[in-house]
């Protein structure tokens, strides 16, 4: 026995449409009025608008943070691979060493072993260099992040070069801008919190820690590039034997 479908007005087999037809009689749909859907209007106006502020104040961060920390295990990894190599290395030269004073040319000998721990460690050094690297790059995007107007620049595909630095050390965090909210609230009420002078050692406290930051980050990019040019010396003697 076949069952023949038969499609009605209201879009759907017969078999249902009794059912739509049935509610529908049970609850009838009354037409809106204009006085109503003026209303509807003005309540939705009102939540949009009353939602735009906080979503304006809430921007997103600058950096992914998922990526940031991604980038932080991968800076750790290297770190561990290039301190894992150089162990690898001196264990091996004192097998080495060890060994050879069972052969004949003993010096000579030792020598390659030598060389061969130092071809490792630089490979060592390499792969530490690039864990630097990403880890000054991980240590930056957080601080961007914790600024309260990071630079517009900084959403950009490709920021100029120095943007970053340059709104490291010139921005305020959010901690910061908090922070001295707080402050002028107390100057502006009655009972002031802190007097002028403990503002005043606050204001010069944080500026103190933000030049030492500063400093520090200053002597680790000297240091770096100390490090990186005498690599560079090295590699050029190195390459420079017959």
């Not at 739509?20 to 009102?46: D, I, S």
């Not at 991604?70 to 162990?87: P, V, Y």
């Not at 609230?185 to 406290?205: F, G, M, R």
């Amino acid at each position: 026995m076949q069952l023949e479908v038969n499609f009605t007005r209201c879009g759907l087999p017969a078999l249902q449409c009794g059912r739509m037809n049935r509610f529908l009689a049970a609850h009838p749909v009354q037409k809106a009025t204009p006085a109503a859907r003026w209303l509807a209007a003005c309540a939705c106006l009102g939540l949009w608008l009353g939602a735009a502020p906080a979503s304006a104040q809430q921007q997103p961060p600058v950096f992914d943070p998922a990526v940031i920390e991604a980038r932080d295990q991968e800076a750790k990894a290297l770190k561990e691979e290039g301190k894992a190599i150089r162990s690898e290395a001196d264990t091996q030269l004192e097998i080495d060493t060890w060994n050879c004073y069972s052969r004949i040319l003993v010096n000579w000998c030792i020598d390659r072993a030598k060389e061969r721990r130092y071809e490792k460690r630089e490979k060592a050094r390499e792969i530490e260099a690039r864990g630097a690297v990403i880890e000054r790059e991980v240590r930056e995007q957080r601080l961007i992040n914790q600024l309260a107007n990071p630079p517009a620049e900084l959403r950009q595909p490709n920021p100029p070069s120095g943007a970053i630095k340059k709104a490291i050390d010139e921005g305020k965090t959010i901690k910061q801008v908090e922070q001295e909210r707080k402050i002028r609230d107390a100057e502006q009420s009655a009972t002031p919190l802190k007097s002028d002078a403990e503002i005043q050692a606050a204001s010069a406290e944080r500026d103190r820690k933000a030049a030492e930051k500063r400093a520090k980050r200053e002597a680790a990019d000297q240091q770096r590039a100390a490090e990186k040019a005498a690599y560079e010396a090295q590699q050029a003697i190195k390459n420079q034997k017959p």
